[in-house]
């Protein structure tokens, strides 16, 4: 699967995320790009991703920052 993800970072929350196939890669590119304009032409600085993964469980797991509000990031890991 390819995730198309907008993320604000001054809010630490993600503000959309889009699923496409493996197969549409280039729609996945083209939907990434129009994001970014529409953003650019709107003055929001959010940050727009492209990430594959077999899951978004799988997402979740290896791109968490994406996922956990700014509290979830700063908790250290008990020892």
């Given at each position: 699967?390819?995730?198309?993800?907008?993320y604000?970072r001054?809010?630490?929350?993600?503000?959309s995320?889009?699923e496409?196939?493996?197969?549409?890669?280039?729609?996945?590119?083209?939907?990434?790009l129009?994001?970014?304009?529409?953003?650019k032409k709107?003055?929001i600085a959010?940050?727009?991703?492209?990430?594959q993964?077999?899951s978004?469980?799988?997402?979740?797991h290896?791109?968490?920052r994406?996922?956990?509000?700014l509290?979830?990031?700063s908790v250290?890991?008990?020892?």
């Amino acid at each position: 699967m390819i995730f198309l993800i907008q993320y604000n970072r001054r809010r630490g929350e993600t503000i959309s995320l889009r699923e496409f196939a493996d197969s549409d890669r280039a729609i996945a590119d083209k939907a990434r790009l129009q994001l970014e304009l529409d953003l650019k032409k709107r003055d929001i600085a959010d940050e727009v991703v492209i990430l594959q993964a077999d899951s978004e469980k799988q997402l979740h797991h290896t791109h968490g920052r994406y996922f956990k509000d700014l509290a979830g990031l700063s908790v250290l890991p008990a020892r």
